[in-house]
Every structure is written in C-alpha cells, then in structure tokens.
Nanobody
Framework: QVQLTESGGGLVQAGDSLALSCVAS????????MGWFRQAPGKGREFVAV???????DYADSVKGRFAASRDNAKNTVYLQMTSLKSDDTAVYYC????????????????????WGQGTQVTVSS
C-alpha cells in the first residue's frame, strides 16, 4: 500500500510560480510511474504530467513549457514546478502512483493509477 501526500498549494497571482510536492509513504522508485492530475470545479480530473519509471516526463499540451515534473527516488518524492501560472490553472492538484512492470511505460489516464493523494488547492487570481 502506498500513501501519497501533496503539499505546496496556495493562492498566487497570474504569472507567478508555485512548486508542489508529493511524498510517498513507501518506497516507490523506478517500479512506480507517478502522475500529476488536476480537477477544476465542475470538471473532470485532467492529466497534467507523468513521470515514468525511467525518469522520463511528459505533459499535457496546456502546461507544456510552463510546468516541470521531477522525482527524487531517494526521498520518495515527486515535484511539480509550475511557472507562468494562469487563471485556467486553478484546480485541486493530485499526485498518483501506479506500480509498473515496464519502467518505460507511460500512463496518461486517471483510471490507470492505483494510489492517489488527497489533493492540494492551487488558486490563480487574474
């Protein structure tokens, strides 16, 4: 069982930066793919970023070039560095994990993930 805890959310102005963290209770490492998702009021859960077991990253088009995901396996922590924030980025941000037998596999859909954090609110005022 993996428990995930996000932190770092808050209220910022458009154009500001914010960094989110997600700590896993157990060892994850290369045997787990990690993802970041977000959910705005009245909308479904939306893919933001994925980190595969090899350390590779991919992003939703809406955040590409502005957000950067990374992981520190020694600390069982993944990060989401967000820059040039827009009001459309306002949402609850979740990290997620899935155990994978293929460290190079990509996971883009919420239904593919087994473990979820409780979420952290990011509000961007315009």
């Amino acid at each position: 069982q993996v428990q995930l805890t996000e932190s770092g959310g808050g209220l910022v102005q458009a154009g500001d930066s914010l960094a989110l963290s997600c700590v896993a209770s157990g060892r994850t490492g290369s045997s787990y793919a990690m993802g970041w998702f977000r959910q705005a009021p009245g909308k479904g859960r939306e893919f933001v970023a994925v980190l595969n077991g090899n350390g590779g990253t991919d992003y939703a088009d809406s955040v590409k070039g502005r957000f950067a995901a990374s992981r520190d396996n020694a600390k069982n922590t993944v990060y989401l560095q967000m820059t040039s924030l827009k009001s459309d980025d306002t949402a609850v941000y979740y990290c997620a994990a899935v155990r994978t037998g293929n460290s190079g596999m990509w996971y883009y859909y919420a239904r593919q993930y087994s473990y979820w954090g409780q979420g952290t609110q990011v509000t961007v005022s315009s």
